[in-house]
Nanobody, 114 residues
Framework: QVQLVESGGGLVQAGGSLRLSCAASGSTFSINAMGWYRQAPGKQRELVAA?????STNYADSVKGRFTISRDKNTVYLQMNSLKPEDTAVYYC??????????WGRGTQVTVSS
């Protein structure tokens, strides 16, 4: 079992930056990949960025060039620059185990004002 705790969300003006953190605990040796999803009201949850054990990264087209995902031990980060109002959503940390079991954080709200 893996537990995930997100932090770093908040209110920011368009063009500003935020850095989200996700601390994993528990059976962290089973983690194959970690990522960030987001869900805005009335929309489906979507993948924002992911990083594998080997360091390979993947980004949604909407955030390429603005967001950067990184990992340090059992903590994954999402550096968000040049934020836009459409980035407003609840951001969820996610892990995938080596046996394809997924775990989710509770979410952190990111609000970008115009």
């Amino acid at each position: 079992q893996v537990q995930l705790v997100e932090s770093g969300g908040g209110l920011v003006q368009a063009g500003g930056s935020l850095r989200l953190s996700c601390a994993a605990s528990g059976s962290t040796f089973s983690i194959n990949a970690m990522g960030w999803y987001r869900q805005a009201p009335g929309k489906q949850r979507e993948l924002v960025a992911a990083i594998t054990r080997g360091g390979s990264t993947n980004y949604a087209d909407s955030v390429k060039g603005r967001f950067t995902i990184s990992r340090d031990k059992n903590t994954v980060y999402l550096q968000m620059n040049s934020l836009k109002p459409e980035d407003t959503a609840v951001y969820y940390c996610n892990t995938e185990s080596l046996t394809r079991v997924r775990y989710w954080g509770r979410g952190t709200q990111v609000t970008v004002s115009s």
